[in-house]
């Protein structure tokens, strides 16, 4: 499954750029692969890789190209691979609130995949759960793209953080939860925090590159 060894395997024949590590992430790696450089961490690819091709997937299947959005919240920034695809790709030109809690990542970011350089975005370093928490404002596009690893961490799947998100989903507004499900665990996460999501609204899903599952609210 290439889709999985992209995600499990560190590109090893590409030239590594830059190793680094925060508190947050014991191994964050800038790499060239196939003449584009990509983030990557101990576990797998963070933005502008794997993860990059899953969200042009969501965003194409959902017709991004002929939606709308007046303002739009990414919990799980990254360097930024989700804005590059709704600005250069999809068009998208509403204000973005990008949270990413590790500030080597935002560095990363800035330095090689040009993440401070969109217009209308708002970069936030803070956890995402205090973000929802503390924030009073709505969204009608809210992205969830939170890991450790291949894993969503538990506070995340779970009461009160997806009763907060769907609380700032503004009416008619449209929440798409990321998830890679590569063992028998994450399925049964995953079919737990559908039926959680079902209680605030209409949900579905999308299943992408074999092993990506993706549970969409709309209220």
Request: hydrophobic share 40%; glycine share 8%; no cysteine.
């Amino acid at each position: 499954m290439k889709w999985l060894d992209d995600w499990l395997s560190p590109q090893k024949h590409d030239k590594v750029v830059e190793t680094t590590l925060s508190s947050l992430n014991p191994t964050l790696e800038v790499v060239h692969v196939d003449g584009q450089l990509v983030l990557n961490g101990g576990e797998g690819n963070y933005s502008f890789g794997a993860l990059h091709w899953v969200f042009d997937d969501i965003f194409y299947k959902l017709d991004f190209r002929k939606r709308k959005f007046a303002n739009i919240l990414v919990l799980g920034l990254g360097a930024g691979s989700v804005v590059d695809l709704l600005r250069n790709k999809y068009r998208q030109d509403a204000p973005i609130v990008g949270v990413e809690h590790d500030p080597e990542v935002i560095r990363l970011g800035k330095q090689y995949f040009g993440l401070g350089d969109y217009e209308n975005l708002e970069i936030v370093e803070t956890d995402a759960a205090q973000f929802v928490t503390e924030k009073k404002a709505s969204f009608d596009l809210l992205i969830v793209d939170l890991y450790n690893g291949l894993d969503v961490p538990p506070q995340f799947e779970m009461e009160p953080f997806v009763g907060q998100i769907a609380s700032i989903l503004a009416p008619k507004g449209l929440l798409i939860f990321n998830k890679v499900v590569v063992s028998k665990a994450h399925k049964t996460q995953f079919n737990t925090l559908l039926k959680l999501f079902g209680e605030y609204g209409n949900t579905s899903t999308l299943t992408l590159q074999e092993l990506n599952k993706v549970v969409i609210l709309t209220n």
